[in-house]
């Protein structure tokens, strides 16, 4: 029948809750965890706190890309690149590094190769007249071949032409009993033809248009009376 009571000494321990809102490029390691995660997501780590509460943490990720290009191109003389606009004369390969709209490191990469256009001068001497490309020319002069050589670039070729003329002559001769023309003697009247190459180096021709006259001989036997 006496007086008693009850003491409850009463100690509550909360739980832990945490979120973390996280946007990263390509990837992300959560420190909670120490795990790797590479794709957008809510993840979430349950554990026991220090005072042994169940607990959790929550990541709400997102995972942006990088972005990467690569580009081959081939060209003549030389090509501007709209990525970085710079003008290439050279072949290689060219990296522009740079942030995305989304902030994460991006890199387009260009393969080029830098083809040449020909350049060829030409320097002829002919007779009479000369074949280039299918055309015949028979005046001196600088002529030009505008076409596409075969790795696709505008090409030029130029022929320096110089025509030179064979040399064509006729002499006309009259002799008595034969005539030396050219280390030859002729004793008969015709036309005799000489072939020969010119100062030029040209086929050339002489012609000799000769008449041989004969002597007249004669004997006279005369009797006289005084």
């Not at 009993?177 to 003697?185: A, E, K, L």
Request: aromatic letters at 10%; a positive charge; glycine letters at 6%.
């Amino acid at each position: 029948g006496c007086p008693s009571a009850d003491t409850l000494k009463l100690t509550i321990h909360q739980s832990s809750y945490t979120s973390t809102t996280i946007t990263s490029c390509e990837s992300y390691i959560w420190p909670a965890n120490g795990q790797i995660y590479n794709s957008s997501g809510v993840y979430i780590r349950n554990y026991n706190n220090n005072n042994g509460c169940a607990s959790a943490d929550t990541l709400k990720l997102t995972i942006n890309q990088g972005n990467f290009t690569s580009t081959s191109v081939s060209s003549c003389n030389s090509y501007f690149w709209a990525s970085n606009n710079q003008t290439y004369t050279s072949s290689g390969v060219y990296v522009r590094n740079y942030l995305n709209a989304s902030g994460c490191p991006s890199a387009d990469t260009l393969k080029l190769t830098i083809n040449q256009g020909t350049y060829t001068s030409t320097n002829i001497t002919s007779c009479v007249s000369y074949q280039w490309n299918g055309t015949t020319y028979t005046a001196s002069g600088s002529y030009t071949r505008m076409f596409t050589n075969a790795a696709g670039c505008d090409s030029t070729a130029i022929l320096v032409l110089t025509i030179k003329q064979p040399t064509s002559s006729t002499t006309t001769v009259s002799n008595c009993v034969n005539y030396t023309w050219n280390g030859t003697t002729y004793t008969a009247s015709g036309s005799y033809t000489r072939m020969f190459t010119n100062a030029a180096g040209c086929d050339s021709t002489a012609v000799l248009a000769l008449t041989i006259k004969q002597p007249t001989s004669s004997t006279t036997t005369v009797s006289n009376c005084v």
